[in-house]
């Protein structure tokens, strides 16, 4: 038989081995997982990036409302 080389992907959420073929949440082992994953791709994207703010910049910015 041929079992043996059933091919197994390790899910990269949780780390189990699953089998690839008829696995319908590869790469992940469940949809738990696929989910777990894909929420944390989202709340990523969420977060607004943080731009790099020059200190000279900033004291700009703060000192910019007093009128000259
Ligand atoms: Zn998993």
Known sequence: MD???ELKVRCPRCG???PW???QH???CSNHC??????RWASEEYR??????????LDNLIQ???KH
């Open 3 to 5: 079992n043996n080389k």
């Open 26 to 28: 590869r790469p992940f």
């Open 48 to 57: 607004i990036p943080e731009r790099k703010v020059d200190p000279e910049e």
């Open 21 to 23: 073929q008829g696995n």
């Open 34 to 39: 696929r989910l777990v994953d894909l929420g």
């Open 64 to 66: 910019f409302p007093e």
């Open 16 to 18: 189990n081995r699953v």
